[in-house]
């Protein structure tokens, strides 16, 4: 049930909505602070020294949500790996000797979705248990034996972020596949690390031969390969393109107004600090008012089924 999930849904939308607010803000704090010093140190002109504060402040602005993006990327994420492996260990405990689980991020399919603003699905521990990938994840346990496994690749699937790809079949289905990331990491540099680690480990057991004697590895039940939860990454809902460009000319206008006076007087720092002021909050209504129509259109695909 979804109120005893470690991930649920509501957990996924607290972080996803920490990290928007915290990217936005680390984009938007330095135009708030670099504005509030000119009005104590420069209130009636600028200087070279204004100038520079204006070039920090831009550099601030660019940096800071890069910073925040790999720091708060996996936000809660050893909480969670804590809550679970509590929950899981106790299955883990006939495992043979040398098994050493790693923590996990999975999706079914190939294609990156998103699950209410998480691109996992679940989170579960992983492990090669001899011939066989068994996971004990929070919503779902499975098991795959190596000889349904046709390939092991990793994509990239933004720029900076890799997930690892396993396409397999079924008896009579082929073309199954799911991805998955390491979550044993802090933030998401060390992820990416992670993750490129346990693709060579996960490449190694692929070409070991197979165990002369077999161990018995759990039966859980293939890989779960349901996503009707989830939304395209790249998906738009409907009205997004026209509610983007309305409030984009909505900003550059604003932008015009206030700038626009400040430039007539020659107070070409403080219009630069406006712009990039506005310009970032005009980025976070927008994306707001995206994340409401993307909401809308899921309440109503809820409501059809």
Partial sequence: MQQDRIFSAAVRRRYSLLLTVATFGSALGPFVVALLLFEVLWPEGQDEMSGLLVVCTLLLAVLGPFV??????????????????????????DSPDGIEPVFVGYSPGDDVMLYHGDTDQDIGFLAAWGDT????GDAFSWHLPRERID???????????ERITVR??????????????????????QARR??????????????????????????????????????AAEHMPAGSCLTAIALSILVVLVIWQVVNPLIEAERYHRAILWSGGIF????????????????AE????????
């Fill in 133 to 136: 990938l068994v996971y004990f």
């Fill in 194 to 231: 992670a993750t490129a680690a346990l693709f060579g480990q996960l490449l190694a057991w692929i070409d070991l031969p197979a165990s002369s004697t077999p161990l018995d590895a759990p039966v859980l039940g293939l890989p779960p390969t349901d996503a009707t939860d989830g939304v």
């Fill in 68 to 93: 925040i993006q790999n720091r708060l990327g996996l936000s809660g994420n050893t909480r969670l790996r804590a809550r679970l492996w509590a929950r899981v260990q106790g299955r883990l405990a």
């Fill in 168 to 189: 397999w079949h079924a008896p009579r289905e082929p073309g199954r596949a799911f991805t998955f990331v390491s979550r044993e990491a802090r933030n998401m540099r």
């Fill in 298 to 305: 899921r309440h109503d695909s809820a409501d059809v089924r």
């Fill in 151 to 161: 390939d092991i690749e990793v994509i990239e699937v933004a720029p900076g972020m």
């Fill in 280 to 295: 970032v909050m005009g980025a976070l209504l927008i994306n707001t008012l995206l994340r409401a129509l993307q909401w």
